[in-house]
Nanobody, 125 residues
Framework: QVQLVESGGGLVQAGGSLRLSCAASGRTFSSYAMGWFRQAPGKEREFVAGIRWSGSRTVYVDSVKGRFTFSRDNAKNTVYLQMNSLKPEDTAVYYC??????????????????WGQGTQVTVSS
């Protein structure tokens, strides 16, 4: 069982930065791949970024490449999403998620077993 708690959301102006954190419980955290997803009002939850259990591989949706950085600290059972050059279209509730690291389809929402409660990110123009 893994429990996930996100933090770090808030209101920021376009061009600004935020860092989201996701703290995980459970001794097996380091064996899990992690993902960040987001959901804007009226839209489906979409993949943002994924990271291998070791942190050695990260993948991003095209719209955030070069602006967002996904990292993890297994000693602290925490993952981070550094978001720079934020745009109004990045406004959404951001969720972290965990799954066993058996494939590299990090974008596949249905493969994640555990989800956090979400944190709101609002980017004003």
């Amino acid at each position: 069982q893994v429990q996930l708690v996100e933090s770090g959301g808030g209101l920021v102006q376009a061009g600004g930065s935020l860092r989201l954190s996701c703290a995980a419980s459970g001794r097996t955290f380091s064996s899990y791949a992690m993902g960040w997803f987001r959901q804007a009002p009226g839209k489906e939850r979409e993949f943002v970024a994924g990271i291998r259990w070791s942190g050695s591989r990260t993948v991003y949706v095209d719209s955030v490449k070069g602006r967002f950085t996904f990292s993890r600290d297994n000693a602290k059972n925490t993952v981070y999403l550094q978001m720079n050059s934020l745009k109004p279209e990045d406004t959404a509730v951001y969720y972290c998620a965990a799954r066993k690291d058996y494939s590299e389809t990090y974008y596949e929402r249905s493969e994640y077993d555990y989800w956090g409660q979400g944190t709101q990110v609002t980017v004003s123009s």
